[in-house]
């Protein structure tokens, strides 16, 4: 877990949280904001993404929980990933059965960073998970999505693949939370090690462990846990009055100036991540159990625009879909947009 090969642990997709009117906002700047254009032929999709995520979260849950561990106590974010890991491993059949990996490529995508490549749906999604902490509400979703038209219009089949891609961003999160709950476990592991071997550290092996842990990104908790360890402890009183601080203890000295200025982020962080973690796996359950059909009759700029006709309204749900396939393919052929051809 701490291998620099790994790189940076990820931070977690946690911008500041949105209330309906920063929402609205938000959604028609990042509709005139985003370029879109068709995929192109063998373009990948974010399913390789979704395959490493699922592994990242098995290894990262076999660490935290199979192999033995000194004493250390699970933390509340990592009990959360502990009692619904079921559910996060029956998100991959799910987003299988949901939408084919055909049916994305069939997807605008977008041409500029940092989400290039990938559906434009994955960048509402992604930008709907961030500014929520990972939390679901269909209300707020749906302000979101009619506020993002305005300036951008989505497809049917765009709306459609909202939920499996929600759920694909959310699986992204969860993976960043449980690789970062895992990596500060293995960095508050070998603060303790060093702590119990502090005798034979000089500062140069202590330089070196740092350094490793600022390119993984846990520096910090190390250095937390470390000077927590070392807390009271001396070095043989040999006849002093005041025992001489241990030569761990003066190197922290000049590495944590404010213990509890670093102890104090990392209490925020911690509850941060727990709150994350638990609004991500709510949502997940949420999503399922979301009347997707009546949040997308609220969404759908081609739907509402049917709706006006007194003949389309009248129809039974089968006759609407077809005519609604009928205007997907016309737009597909024509380039104009969905709601412009049933405006036709």
């Known amino acids: 877990m701490l291998g620099v090969r790994a790189g940076r642990v990820l931070e977690p997709l946690r911008a500041e949280v949105f209330g309906v009117a920063r929402f609205e906002e938000h959604g028609r700047h990042l509709g ?137 961003v959310l699986i992204e999160n969860l993976r960043r939370l449980a690789e970062r709950l895992a990596s500060h476990k293995a960095a508050q592991e070998l603060a303790s090690l060093c702590a119990a071997r502090c005798e034979a550290l000089t500062p140069e092996t202590l330089d070196a462990a740092c350094a490793v842990m600022e390119e993984r990104g846990v520096a910090p908790v190390f250095l937390a846990h470390l000077a927590q360890s070392m807390a009271g402890r001396r070095a043989p009183a040999g006849g002093v009055p005041v025992p001489p601080l241990l030569p761990v203890q003066q190197w922290l000295q000049t590495a944590v100036p404010d213990l509890v200025a670093l102890q104090t982020r990392q209490q925020i962080n911690q509850a941060a991540d727990q709150l994350s973690m638990g609004n991500a796996v709510t949502a997940l359950r949420l999503i399922g159990a979301a009347d997707w059909s009546d949040i997308i009759s609220q969404t759908s700029l081609v739907l509402r625009t049917m709706l006006q006709s007194p003949v389309f309204a009248a129809e039974d749900e089968a006759t609407r879909n077809t005519t609604l396939h009928g205007i997907e393919r016309l737009s597909a052929r024509s380039g104009q947009g969905e709601a412009a051809v049933a405006q036709a």
């Open 32 to 168: 005139a904001s985003h370029d879109a254009g068709k995929a192109s032929l063998g373009s990948s999709t974010f399913y390789p993404r979704l395959q490493s995520n699922i592994r990242a979260l098995r290894a990262a849950y076999r660490y935290l929980f199979d192999a033995p561990h000194d004493e250390h106590a699970i933390s509340p974010a990592a009990e959360w990933l502990f009692d619904n890991f079921h559910l996060i491993e029956s998100q991959l059949k799910e987003i299988r059965a949901g939408l084919s990996p055909r049916y994305y490529r069939s997807l605008p995508v977008l041409q500029s960073a940092p989400l290039v490549g990938l559906p434009r749906v994955y960048g509402v999604a992604w930008s709907f998970v961030a500014h929520t902490d990972s939390a679901f509400d269909e209300s707020l979703l749906v302000h979101f999505l009619n506020a993002y038209q305005q300036t951008c219009e989505l497809s049917q089949g765009e709306l459609w693949a909202l939920p499996t891609t929600l759920r694909v």
